[in-house]
């Protein structure tokens, strides 16, 4: 029991800072799972499906925003099990399919386990929004021990993030009170944007299909490019390397 008032206001601001620190680490180690699939795709693939990442920690001013509006809370712990969406990342991809490509490889690594899948691209929102919500939880080691803790990863197109972001913008200035001619055209916008998606999608596809038609068996390249080095590869290795993939 601590009696002196500092002290208190120290151990209360020590525990604050612990509990959100567990958030920014998740989030931490959930980007370097991102990174590391970029940069595996930029050196083994033709394309880089992952467009750009977007991460962010609510504040605490925000977070008891979101609590005052689902009632209230008790416990630090309530507000873990209350809010799920403290640290949130976002990865704009090019092309559909990537979405879920994407997806099933973050939720095939063991260490995260996949808590929600929510996909508003099936099943769109009565507003139009489009995205895959995945709400995953991470292993934070601590020095004493081991937190769980949640973070949602927002998928979705860059036609999909364009659409959002501006009818965010649009309901923001408005004060979130939003003509119904306006929410039509919003929706509309939104199903222009998914047909600008479709259509992409099947140009990737032909192109695709043209790269393949005109592939050729090519001789075996004797170097490898990492980090813009270039290594060349022993002729044992490559030996090595060619038994593997029989």
Known sequence: MIDNPIDQMKAMQKKLTRFLM?????????????????????????YNPIEHTKSRLKTPESIMKKLYRKGGINSLENIKDT??????????????????????????????????????????????YKSLHLLVEVPVFMSDRVEPVCVEIQIRTIAMDFWASLEHKIFYKCN????????????????????????MEQLHREVNQIKLAHHSETNFINELLINNEKFKIPDHLLKLALEEGK
């Open 22 to 46: 567990m958030y920014k680490f998740a989030l931490q180690e959930v980007e370097t799972k991102i990174d590391i699939l970029q940069e595996e795709f930029q050196l083994l693939h033709d």
């Open 176 to 199: 979130e009170s939003v003509p119904d001619e306006l929410l039509k055209d919003l929706k509309l916008a939104a199903d222009t944007a998914y047909e600008l998606d479709q259509k």
């Open 83 to 128: 809010i799920k969406d403290i640290a949130g990342i976002r990865i704009t991809c090019s092309f559909i399919s990537d979405i879920y490509r994407i997806s099933d490889m973050l939720q095939s690594q063991k260490d995260l386990t996949t808590v929600a899948v929510k996909d508003y691209i099936k099943n769109p929102k009565p507003n139009g």
